[in-house]
């Protein structure tokens, strides 16, 4: 299983959410600090989850980060978050992206 079925694996089981996206940017990283020639070290997610809701940016970031906390210690290097709930304003325009 790549990284990147197992971080929508572990964030769909986590979150269930209602739209999400996880693209592998580790190409984008090459020959950065923390890239590797295998790749699989750069991900970027865009997720809308119910779970989100009322919750600041801040508390959103840290919940992903702990639901993924295993693929860090794993080779993970860098993951960047678009989060929103499915009430948020920027939450249609996300699906519409997802």
Wanted: charged share 20%.
């Amino acid at each position: 299983m790549t990284r990147k079925e197992r971080l929508t694996q572990c964030l769909t089981a986590a979150f269930q959410p209602e739209a999400l996206v996880v693209e592998d940017q580790s190409a984008l990283h090459a020959g950065h600090v923390g890239a590797r020639p295998e790749g699989e070290t750069h991900y970027h997610v865009r997720m809308v989850a119910a779970a989100f809701a009322g919750l600041s940016r801040v508390a959103r970031h840290r919940q992903v980060m702990e639901a993924v906390a295993a693929e860090f210690s794993a080779g993970l290097h860098a993951l960047s978050l678009e989060l929103a709930a499915p009430a948020a304003v920027d939450a249609d325009q996300m699906k519409n992206n997802c």
